[in-house]
């Protein structure tokens, strides 16, 4: 009855059941059960031994938390990882492991700080009887998220509540924002005003047992407007449980906190131990001196985790004592003994901006600012910052490089990078960012002060109103919202001095006059506006246009020389919506028209049918840095055409085969020619090629051709079988492998094919960091034997019922592997050697179902 089932009210007491049943469980709930209780060791809960009757259920970790007698341990995380970037991104890559960002998608978090973290706690009942509501207590970067990750990463297989949801509230968060998230996490689809939604969540709820984990709470938040059913606590078998970290006492008290629980920072021994881990041994004891002075600049950052990382890191191969004595000073300035909030997150964003102010130059320091435009907790996409980067002028188009596909700040970072874009707390801040806060917040704007306002990610319908004249506005972030240009018009003709304007996301149904007339603008994006389907005359005003996004509209018209008055373009993206493609005559002459601009540097663009592809083809000198191949009606495709095009070899970087009948893809022996190379492309996907059997290699090879290659992504292929020949791609980071139903073993180093020439036989995958296999249903094996990843950081396998084998060998692990993820039922059945097993079993992380 209990096996893969939630706990619900009128089932007998989990607790109980669980144990006399423990025998019975299938495998994947005893993994569950042992991974809550390698939690319960991280937590320092006490009973932890081979006696499974002294082991605590893990229905009571949370309890634990709150013991009396106990005083517990908890683990501190600040994750810093960031996107790679060459050329002047190179430096901004050494930065930001120094200001904590969090990259995802191809390496998942790195942990670089991880001590123990002493709660002080006060004599209290169990949470199983009385802590409906706890407070996590503490400075910002001192763990307290860690935590509350760590509860629910504990109790998302468990059977004690029905629903576990976590939700980051930050600063100005409103109720409808909250509502919102909630719903999201319970995959409710509700829109409407704030009690309807309240309603909504509580009607869902009221009847459940349910754990709320609020992440960041900056002020008080009526739990009952947000729908979150009352009274909290145990009753009728029902348990409603919420658990909120901030950075305030006052908070705790507002929010009508049972138990608080004080996230103190480290001791001096475990400080010193953290920052000999980020400074380095060879920086440490150049000297005796400096190791003296390392150890005063640990004791004047007060054992915040944080800052020891950012500091450390800042500090790494410093020799020169003077650079240590002015680090000790500017510490000791910031430092304070009032325990005020205010002042404690002062101090908390003075002690990082050392790292910040250590940066190589001004460029990188705006470059990590603009980080913070989006919302707290966002997952920025790679392509949405190298697009503001370049639009402000901070590197160049050639500058950006691989990234990976998201970055996320930490909360605190963002916090003190908007401390500092706003004038450090000095009333003269040049940015007002309310960004991801909702439709509904109430805020001003001062206007005629600003010079940068961000408001993405709200679902407004309409612009703020322009009360002052905003005339030292140069950036205007608006991607994300409900914005219908009749809701524009009256405010955006304002701008008269904007640069940098972002529309992306929203409704607009056409190109309003009033924002042809802001003759200032650089940087314009308009994407993924569906029903826009005309470019205006006037737009060709817009002389000092330098960078403007059209991907993901339905433009049909445009008039003649509207692009050629452009001259000042340098990038344009016109990859419109699929299901409205451009003309061959409309195509024809903006191809022509592109050609006359001498400063454009890069082109976006899709060719529809084998008519429009032959006018790429006739186009010379065109700078073509991303290319969609649609709907070409051919048998086999000859790569060799495509690189017969002038941009290939020297721009092209990112290539779509989409939606074609071709059976067959072939890189012909004419490839083979010294020099004859896609030397720029870094993304490849074929996608939607539902007769493809065969791609075909003569007398030359993936890693002579593709020698850039970072990014490889094959979905809706259903006739292919293999990609082995992806295996020597020397730069391949990123592997996807999407709806490829006929594929059994994606990798082997010996097939039948007349492939791949020149292949090192000793190495595979020397770079890929990340492979995901999703929906291949008749996947068995990834590889076979000589198929290695030396550097695979995740591994993804979804919605794969047929898989046995990775073919991972105790001889030839994946040593740098993070996470596993994985269906537990595939998990289940997968052969594995002892040894393989025992190494990839603290990676996992089961998809739910």
């Known amino acids: 009855m209990l096996i893969g089932k939630k706990w619900y009210p009128g089932y007998p007491n989990v607790d109980n059941v669980l144990e006399s049943w ?48 106990n005083t517990c341990t908890i683990t501190a995380l600040t994750s810093s990882t960031v996107p790679q970037v060459e050329r002047t991104l190179e430096n901004l890559e050494h930065t930001t492991n120094n200001l904590p960002m969090r990259r995802n998608n191809v390496c998942h978090m790195n942990d670089i700080a991880e001590k123990n973290v002493t709660i002080e706690q006060e004599p209290t009942k169990e949470l199983q009887e009385a802590q409906e509501l706890i407070g996590i207590l503490g400075p910002g970067g001192v763990g307290k998220t860690r935590l509350l990750n760590k509860i629910k990463n504990s109790l998302d297989d468990d059977m004690t509540f029905n629903y576990v949801v976590q939700v980051t509230a930050s600063r100005g968060c409103s109720v409808e924002k909250i509502q919102t998230d909630i719903a999201h996490h319970l995959n409710l689809n509700i829109d409407g005003n704030v009690e309807f939604q309240s309603r909504f969540i509580f009607d869902f709820l009221k009847k459940s047992s349910f754990l709320v984990l609020l992440d960041d709470i900056w002020g008080q938040i009526d739990l009952q407007a947000v729908g979150i059913p009352y009274p909290l606590g145990n009753s009728n078998q029902i348990r409603r449980k919420v658990v909120l970290t901030t950075r305030s006492r006052r908070v705790c008290g507002q929010m009508e906190v049972r138990k608080d629980i004080n996230v103190s920072c480290l001791n001096e021994d475990d400080s010193w131990q953290l920052f000999q881990d980020k400074v380095g041994h060879e920086t440490l004891f150049y000297s005796p001196r400096t190791k003296a002075l390392a150890r005063e600049l640990v004791k004047e950052m007060k054992g915040l985790p944080l800052a020891l990382v950012t500091v450390g890191k800042a500090m790494y191969g410093k020799t020169d004592t003077a650079e240590w004595e002015y680090a000790i000073q500017y510490m000791r300035r910031s430092c304070c003994d009032n325990d005020d909030p205010l002042d404690m997150e002062r101090i908390v964003f003075s002690q990082i901006k050392f790292s910040f102010d250590s940066l190589r130059n001004n460029t990188l320091r705006k470059c990590f600012l603009t980080c913070a435009l989006w919302p707290e907790d966002h997952h920025i996409c790679k392509v949405e910052l190298a697009r503001c980067w370049i639009g402000l002028g901070l590197v160049h188009e050639t500058d950006i490089q691989k990234m990976y596909d998201s970055v996320k700040m930490h909360d605190v970072v963002r916090d003190m990078a908007l401390w500092i874009s706003c004038g450090c707390n000095e009333k003269n801040g040049k940015w007002f960012v309310r960004a991801g806060i909702g439709p509904h917040e109430k805020f001003t704007i001062p206007w005629g002060q600003v010079e940068s306002v961000s408001l993405m990610w709200n679902c407004l319908l309409k612009l703020p109103p322009v009360g002052s004249n905003p005339c030292h506005m140069r950036m205007l972030c608006l991607g994300t919202n409900r914005l219908h240009e009749s809701m524009l018009v009256e405010e955006i003709k304002k701008f008269t001095s904007l640069a940098y304007l972002d529309l992306r996301f929203n409704n607009l149904g056409e190109i309003p006059e009033e924002l042809c007339s802001l003759t200032n603008l650089e940087h314009l994006d308009l994407s993924h506006n569906i029903d826009i389907n005309e470019v205006p005359h006037s737009f060709g005003n817009l002389i000092k246009l330098k960078f403007l996004y059209l991907e993901w509209t339905s433009i049909q018209r445009m008039p003649e020389r509207v692009i050629s008055r452009l001259q000042s373009l340098q990038v344009i993206d016109f990859n419109t919506f699929y299901l409205r493609p451009v003309s061959k005559d409309l195509l024809s002459r903006m191809l022509r028209e592109l050609g006359t601009l001498s400063h454009l540097k890069a082109v976006g663009i899709t060719a529809m049918c084998f008519s429009q592809y032959k006018l790429l083809r006739e186009s010379k000198n065109l700078p073509i840095r991303t290319l969609i191949l649609r709907r070409l009606e051919t048998r086999a495709l000859y790569f060799s055409n495509i690189l017969s095009h002038e941009f290939a070899p020297r721009a092209l ?106 292949q090192d036989s000793s190495k595979t995958f020397r770079c890929l960091k990340y492979l995901k296999f999703l929906r291949c249903e008749s996947l068995v094996c990834i590889g076979g034997p000589g198929v290695t990843f030396p550097s695979l950081e995740r591994l993804v396998l979804h919605h794969c019922p047929e898989l046995k084998r990775l073919h991972f060998q105790t001889d030839s692990l994946p040593r740098k592997l993070r996470e596993l993820q994985i269906d537990v039922g595939s998990w289940e059945i997968l052969e594995l050697e002892e040894g393989v097993k025992s190494f990839l079993q603290p990676k996992l992380k089961f998809e739910k179902p």
């Open 22 to 69: 423990s025998n019975k469980l299938r495998k994947s709930q005893r993994d569950t059960l042992l991974e809550q209780i390698r939690l319960c060791v991280d937590l320092g809960i006490k009973c932890i031994d081979g006696n499974q009757a002294n082991r605590p259920n893990t229905s009571h970790i949370i309890s634990r938390l709150v013991e009396s007698e």
């Open 653 to 758: 970087y990112e290539l779509l085969i989409d939606m074609c009948v071709m059976e067959e893809i072939i890189f012909g022996h004419e490839l083979a020619r010294p020099n004859n190379c896609f030397g720029t492309l870094n993304q490849l996907s074929f996608s939607d090629l539902s007769n493809l059997r065969e791609i075909t290699w003569m007398e030359t090879s993936p890693a002579s051709l593709f020698p850039m290659l970072s990014c490889l992504d094959v979905h809706s292929c259903g006739k292919l079988n293999h990609l082995s020949w992806a295996m020597d791609l020397p730069c391949l980071e990123q592997l996807v492998i999407y709806d490829c139903s006929s594929m059994r073993q994606a990798f082997m180093r010996h097939h039948g094919d007349n492939q791949c020439n020149g």
